[in-house]
């Protein structure tokens, strides 16, 4: 039995919180919130009495509770449709000899139906858009992709891929037809780049390069990355940044980057170094004519600290730790009066600043801006020195340039770090220090008074005592330039070492010719100025990818009269080849085959080419079927020109449709007006020509003058279209939509290759409580990631659960249905495509939704288990189904974990399993456990998962089964 849904939860105490929390904002001088404040005895009778509705409100019948809800909006939703694709195969004689062949229309909403055996029910569906099919072969399919090891095109013929049900890919992983150029560089300096600093790249050009016209930007119009882990992410550049060099480096260009990335890391390229190191890289987006010249003698790095500086990670008086936050005295405020021998010491403690060797310092000093504050001033030839440790407790002198004056006045020191500058503690504290010593002299001497033995009086000298007093202390650097060894130049589809000569110029980038990568498809006949569909099939990736940054452009071309040329009519649902769907392509005039050498023989084919021109994937499509004459069908049932009646012009009519069950809208005509359907009447005028519906019950309802027009006396009013449809006993397997309604020349069959899947049936009262707090909570708006969250849930009982990500400005969110884990990640793209509109019209202007589906991850898990009880008595194979069962439980990202799934994207490690382990059996336990990943070779003590990956727990091994001794 399910458990009681309230349709608000909220108890006495949860409502007089929120009304005396409310006091301070509609009321501030109300203070007095206790409970002997008679206005307090009055909230909280008001709560106990909207307690007390609140109870009533859940336990009123269902009927009020649909009318309840209906009052401020929430109503059932609707049953979803299932859906698929199915392929239509003609009779082999038709147009068998010619090579021009026709095509023929399968129009929209043409019925097909699966064939019921006995009592079973026959289950309609619909073509979702006009289809034209031929007698069309597909003889061949052809990659081409460039070898970067071999330095050549590999071409590969995958149709016998494609019959033996295998997948291929088309494209290597970072494939692209029109050339990338981008430049990696590495360095351990780039650590730089998550502090708070500015961090500029210097190329140093020879004076041949003066022969070009380079503009001052040039750098700055590349776009520059760094490799956080999982992705390449955006540098931000400092565009009004200038900076001096010596003579030498006249000839130079630079870029200034800002500091603060706190996910730039060191991570393995396996492309480049099996060791972990910090990577850049630039992409250049234009490409000038002199680049295939462009040299320099080496590429450096130049990190100083922002205008602002930084702050001192420590100060010290002698051993006393100062407060930054306040005023300080470097030398004690009263420096040489009590002890005149006591050494006054001040120490000065930046890592950041004093760690490398020939970094330039500038200290700015700014005295007390406290009003009763006197300047300092020297006294008796004061004299201060400046130190740095050497290390063994031995400092030596350092010269710097003072223009404070001894500390008298706002100003800076500045000084070079030393080459032997030593990592010492000074008063528990580790890290690079200097100091400033008080040697000779004073700031003064206080109030004292002294017998004058020749006037006989006591002369009273008046205090000269000003020590110095700081309000501020902010430190400057700028350290030394440092070459990069380490540069990889990626052109023309390989990787290039570039390694730097003294004084010798280094060019960067070659100038060959350009690599295709194409897939080729080999017709046997053609079709001259009509409509050929292609369906592709893929795979949904296991890859890790940046998700945020999917882009694969492809260019469709035809070859005709030895030339390729570009198809400009082409509908791609695919996305460049990531997503399943329908590349359709308006195709020319065309006379003839053409002949191409392509693999090893010369054939005439009608041949189109789909050619890569730019991608950022960092993955191949992983195609598994190549279809033609295939298109997507709903499980609905539409119905036309159904005539409701007429009107009797009163408030309020209402008609019931022929049919119940609707799967969206209907579309309503009065006399000659077309009526809108709205949720909710109150939200409109007495003049808007609007209505309202219950799908379930399949009953139209018009307003009444005040809210929504009142159709006119004698009006007929029409349903121009409706569809309906069998919700969850629509979800049937492959092979089962195989007949098709109307007969149609020349087709021999049709069926569904893959099961249709999706269709959910419409709210229970129970679906509706469920989800009715949600609703009141998002007001129909996506505001935050939660409000994303809600709304998925609530537009479809399709989708059970989604995750919203929010990075960079974007907002991704990753639905799951009930079955995803057994459809392998798979969502129909009908309802993906209805969800991003649903959540489009609800998401602030700015923000433009991207929907991903999941990927499933399939883990094999290797165990060695221990048991307690002596002579335990269990088959291995026993115990690994009964462990494998549990995990599939305690995996399921929907009902799994803690009771509300799994969560997309946690790592996966032994803790896990020590549940599972325990519900398995109470005499178990662990003693090691290892993870392999989509049927790598590889163990690992942990599985990480990407941020859109679920868990599909394939196999359990128990290695070893022995009893603890």
């Known amino acids: 039995m399910l458990e009681e849904i309230k349709l608000d939860d909220r108890s006495y105490q949860e409502i007089r919180d929120d009304a005396v929390d409310s006091i301070v904002k509609h009321c501030p001088e109300w203070t007095n919130h206790n409970i002997s404040d008679p206005g307090i005895t009055i909230v909280e009778l008001l709560s106990s009495m909207s307690e007390d509705v609140i109870n009533r409100l859940n336990r009123v019948p269902d009927k009020n509770y649909f009318a309840f809800l209906d009052l401020i909006g929430i109503k059932q939703r609707l049953a979803r449709p299932s859906a698929t694709e199915v392929t239509f195969s003609m009779s082999q004689g038709h147009q068998a000899s010619l090579d021009k062949k026709d095509t023929i229309l399968i129009k929209k909403g043409s019925v097909l139906s699966t064939d019921p055996k006995g009592d079973e029910e026959t289950i309609l569906f619909e073509t979702i858009r006009d289809l034209y099919i031929s007698n069309l072969e597909l003889l061949n399919v052809y990659s081409k992709t460039f070898n970067t090891y071999r330095q050549r095109d590999d071409i590969v ?16 992983s970072h494939g692209a037809s029109d050339n990338i150029i981008q430049i990696y560089l590495s360095s351990h300096s780039f650590e ?155 120490y000065i403690n930046s890592n950041e600043a004093f760690e490398v060797a020939g970094t330039s310092i500038s200290i700015y000093l700014k005295q007390s801006l406290n009003p009763e504050y006197i300047l300092p001033k020297e006294h008796d030839n004061l004299r201060l020195v400046w130190e740095y440790p050497i290390g063994e407790g031995k400092w030596n002198f350092l010269k710097v340039s003072d223009e404070t004056q001894l500390f008298t006045k706002d100003g800076r020191v500045t000084f070079d770090i030393p080459k032997d500058i030593a990592f010492v503690e000074i008063s528990g504290e580790d890290g690079y220090w200097v100091r400033c010593r008080l040697a000779d002299g004073n700031y003064g001497a206080e109030e004292h008074s002294a017998y004058d033995e020749s006037s006989g009086t006591v002369v009273t000298t008046p205090s000269t005592l000003r020590p110095p007093a700081l309000s501020e202390i902010t430190i400057r650097y700028t350290k030394p330039r440092e070459d990069i060894k380490e540069c990889r130049v990626l052109n023309n589809f390989k990787y290039d070492y570039k390694e730097f000569m003294d004084d010798v110029p280094t060019i960067l980038f070659d100038a060959e010719g350009e690599r295709e990568e194409a897939m080729f498809f080999a017709f046997n006949s053609y079709l001259s100025e009509d409509y050929l569909s292609i369906y592709f099939d893929i795979e949904t990736g296991n890859e890790n990818e940046n998700i945020f940054a999917r882009q694969r452009v492809i260019e469709w071309q035809l070859l005709q009269d030895d030339q390729w040329i570009k198809l400009d009519n082409v509908l791609d649902e695919t996305d460049g080849m990531t997503v399943s769907g329908s590349v359709t392509i308006n195709l020319p005039s065309i006379e003839k085959l053409e002949k ?15 050619k890569v021109k730019f991608n950022s994937l960092q993955h191949a499509p992983n195609i598994k079927k190549i279809l033609l004459n295939t298109v997507s069908v709903v499980q609905e049932e539409s119905y036309q020109d159904e005539l409701l009646g007429r009107s009797d012009g009163l408030p309020d009519l209402k008609f019931a449709l022929n049919y119940k069950n609707l799967s969206k809208p209907p579309i309503v005509t009065v006399g000659d007006d077309e009526f809108i359907a709205v949720d909710r009447f109150i939200d409109h005028g007495k003049d808007d020509k609007v209505f309202r519906f219950n799908g379930i019950t399949g009953v139209i309802e018009f307003g009444d003058d005040e809210y929504g027009v009142v159709p006119l006396l004698g009006d007929s ?79 479809s009982p399709a989708i059970k659960k989604a995750k919203c990500i929010s990075t960079n ?59 307690t009880v002596e002579n335990y008595n269990i088959s291995k194979l026993e115990l690994q189904n009964r462990i494998l069962d549990n995990a599939q439980l305690y995996f399921d990202p929907l009902t799994g974990y803690k009771g509300d799934g799994f969560p997309i994207g946690k790592l996966i490690n032994k803790g896990d399993f020590y549940s599972i382990i325990q519900n398995t059996d109470n005499n178990i336990f662990i003693g090691e456990v290892k993870f392999s990943l989509n049927g790598s070779r590889n163990f690992d003590s942990r599985a990480i998962l990407a941020s859109d990956q679920l868990v599909k727990i394939d196999t359990i091994i128990v290695e070893e089964f022995s009893y603890d001794l």
């Open 717 to 795: 009013i029409y349903i121009k279209e409706y569809s309906i449809t069998n919700g969850k006993n629509g979800n049937v397997n492959s092979g089962e939509i195989t007949v098709l309604r109307e007969s149609i020349n020349y087709i021999d069959s049709v069926i569904n290759h893959k099961p249709s899947i999706n269709g959910e049936d419409a709210d229970t009262l129970n679906d509706l409580k469920r989800h009715a707090p949600s609703v009141l909570k998002t007001m129909d708006r996506a505001i935050s990631i939660e409000d994303y969250e809600l709304l998925c849930e609530n537009f």
């Open 157 to 172: 013929d995958n149709m016998q891929s494609l019959k033996n049900d295998e997948t291929f890919k088309p494209f290597s």
């Open 596 to 610: 191409n050498i392509l693999y090893i023989e010369e054939y005439e084919r009608m041949w189109i080419k789909a």
């Open 809 to 867: 400005g974007e907002v991704v969110i990753i639905p799951l249905t009930e079955s995803i884990i057994k459809d392998m990640g798979f969502i129909n793209k009908k309802l993906l495509d209805d969800l991003k509109k649903y959540l489009k019209d609800r998401s602030i202007l700015t923000i433009e939704p991207i929907l991903l589906t999941p990927t499933v991850v399939t883990v094999a898990v290797h165990m060695k288990l221990l048991y």
């Open 192 to 346: 730089a780049f998550s502090n708070s600093a500015k961090i500029s790249l210097v190329f140093r050009l020879p004076t041949t390069m003066r022969a070009f016209d380079i503009k001052d930007n040039f750098l700055q119009n590349i776009k520059w990355e760094f490799y956080g882990g999982s992705s390449w992410q955006p540098l931000n550049i400092v565009n009004d940044y200038f900076f001096t060099l010596d003579d030498k480096d006249a000839d130079i260009l630079s870029v200034t980057f800002k500091g603060e990335n706190s996910e730039f890391t060191p991570w393995i390229l396996e492309q480049f170094s099996k060791n972990e190191a910090y990577y850049l890289r630039g992409t250049i987006q234009e490409a000038p004519e002199w680049l295939k010249s462009f040299s320099v003698y080496e590429i450096s790095i130049l990190t100083s600290s922002y205008d602002n500086g930084v702050l001192p990670n420590n100060c010290f008086h002698n051993d006393e730790n100062l407060n930054l936050n306040n005023d300080i005295y470097p030398f004690s405020s009263r420096p040489k009066i009590d002890d005149k021998m006591k050494e006054e010491m001040f």
